[in-house]
Every structure is written in C-alpha cells, then in structure tokens.
C-alpha cells in the first residue's frame, strides 16, 4: 500500500501564490506518474498537473500552464505543486495521486489518491 498526504492548501487572494506538498510512504517503488487532481463543489474531478518520476516528463491542464510548476524531491519521496497567479476558478480540493504506469497522463484513473486539501482563492 501506498499513502499519500496533501498539504499546504488554504485561503490566498487572487493572484497570490500557494505551495502543495505532497508526501509519500508505503510501498512507493513503482510509482512513476505522481500528479494533482483537483474536485470544486459540484464538478467532476479533473488533472491539473503529472509529473513522470524516471522520465521527468511533466503534463498541465490547459488553464494552469505558465502558473502551476509540478516538482519533486525524490529522497524525501515528495511531490510539490507551485501554485502562482492563482484565480478564483482554481478554488478546488487538491489531491495528491501516484501510479505505477509508465506514461503518465493527466486522467483521473490513478490507483493511489490523498485525502485532499482545500485550497481556497477569494477575489
């Protein structure tokens, strides 16, 4: 098993910057694809951002390209996602998420998922 623990969500004005982190523990060894989801109330879940952990390969959702910065500490088996610019549309719970595939893609079918944190953007 894998766990997965978000944080570093909250409340920011738009265009203020936040930081997630994402850490990892359990059985982590074939996780390639580390990436963020994000769910706002009343919508379906959707990717904002993957990184490929051996490839170094990074996909964003259109909307957060040139905002968002998806990177990684592999010794501390952490996942960030830099958040900058952010707007009110962003306002979502944000999920960490792995998987062991070796393309990583921007699809919510990952196999291990965080409990989320709340990120909040106000205008």
């Known amino acids: 098993q894998v766990q997965l623990v978000e944080s570093g969500g909250g409340s920011v004005q738009a265009g203020g910057s936040l930081r997630l982190s994402c850490a990892a523990s359990g059985y982590t060894f074939s996780n390639n694809c580390m990436g963020w989801f994000r769910q706002a109330p009343g919508k379906e879940r959707e990717g904002v951002a993957v990184a490929s952990i051996r490839g170094g390969n990074t996909y964003y959702r259109d909307s957060v390209k040139g905002r968002f910065t998806i990177s990684q500490d592999s010794a501390k088996n952490t996942v960030y996602l830099e958040m900058n610019s952010l707007k009110p549309e962003d306002t979502a719970i944000y999920y960490c998420?792995?998987?062991?595939?070796?393309?990583?893609?921007?699809?919510?079918?990952?196999?291990?998922w965080g409990q989320g944190t709340q990120v909040t953007v106000s205008s």
């Open positions: 998420a792995a998987d062991g595939r070796y393309t990583c893609r921007l699809s919510i079918d990952y196999h291990y």
